[in-house]
């Protein structure tokens, strides 16, 4: 453990990040992967999906990414199932992944929420930690299983974290199902948006203050070759139908005007300084990227390529 310790102290003054405790979160997640990687439910595809699979795929964006998002898809055996059954084999799926994040002894499950028949559920995961938080970090590492519909392409990916990048040792783990990276550039728009109207319009919902870095990858994204954006209509769609089916229920304007709730909610991205002072806190940082990436430059890029989908609707 000393000689890691002292790995995540070379690799953060290697990549200027000023805090080691963002090397060795990133080590955690990748070693959580590596033990994710072992479990093969029986009625689902476990896809590894969100920032921090973009951070590992070959967008580089350049940033610590702490969380990890798994998208749990059904066979076409598990349509077969009755409703008892399907719940009966999420649920077992979900104790199947918890048993090996367990037995690895590696981490300990701090919390457990489990919403809608076990498609959402979510680990708060404590991790190893001999270095003091930063501030930009949470406490644990946060992993969410969420039951989908298949979407795009499905990516395999082998997944190192920065110790082993740097060090130049073999990937932690060889290979694992990823979503597609504009699969990834919709759900961020989509979600940045929604979230951001569901708060302003009911302020007992959760805040999630770490969400402006959608800003962030959404810029890293559209900085590559975006010829492909003008076949992604279907895929929006798709995504953002897939949206208003879950969370239809408890944001009655994004079923009803979708196409003016997420205007509204660029606009208030736009005009509301607490994101700017969020990015300030919780993306910057995290990244370790020499190109130009302060709040003007991201939302500039996230702000054009938001109104081109929305004007999809």
């Keep these: 453990m000393n000689t890691l310790k002292q790995q995540f102290l070379e690799v953060s003054d290697a990549l200027e990040l000023g805090n080691p405790a963002i090397i060795e979160k990133d080590y955690w997640v990748v070693a959580l992967l590596a033990e994710l990687a072992k479990v093969c439910p029986e009625h689902h595809q476990m896809v590894f999906s969100g920032g921090t699979a973009l951070a590992k795929s070959n967008v580089k964006i350049l940033r610590m990414s702490e969380d990890v998002d798994i998208k749990l898809i059904p066979n076409p055996a598990f349509d077969e199932l009755s409703r008892a059954k399907k719940k009966a084999a999420r649920k077992a799926c979900v104790n199947e992944i ?3 994040i367990t037995q690895s002894e590696r981490f300990t499950v701090e919390a457990r929420s489990v919403r809608d028949e076990y498609r959402y559920v979510e680990f708060e995961l404590k991790y190893p930690q001999q270095f003091s938080q930063a501030p930009c970090l ?9 039951e989908t519909i298949p979407l795009l392409d499905v990516e395999s990916r082998s997944i190192q974290s920065l110790v082993a990048e740097l060090y130049r040792q073999p990937h932690e783990v060889s290979a694992f199902d990823c979503v597609s990276v504009y699969t990834t550039l919709i759900e961020k ?5 929604r979230r951001t109207m569901s ?4 302020t007992e919902r959760s805040d999630d203050v770490a969400l402006v870095r959608h800003i962030y990858d959404v810029h890293c994204i559209t900085t590559l ?15 953002l139908a897939e949206d208003i089916a879950r969370f239809g229920n408890q944001h009655a304007e994004f079923v009803a005007n979708p196409k003016q709730e997420l205007q509204l909610g660029l606009k208030e991205l736009e005009e509301n300084a607490i994101f700017r002072q969020r990015f300030q806190e919780f993306v910057t940082p995290m990244v370790f990227n020499t190109e130009p990436h302060d709040f003007d430059t991201c939302f500039a890029s996230f702000k054009r390529i938001a109104a081109s989908l929305i004007e999809k609707i």
């Design 98 to 100: 918890e048993q090996a």
């Design 199 to 202: 708060v302003k319009r009911n």
């Design 189 to 193: 728009v989509i979600s940045m948006l």
């Design 225 to 239: 070759s975006m010829q492909e954006l003008d076949s992604i209509d279907g895929l929006f769609k798709a995504v």
């Design 138 to 146: 949470r406490p644990i590492i946060k992993l969410e299983l969420i």
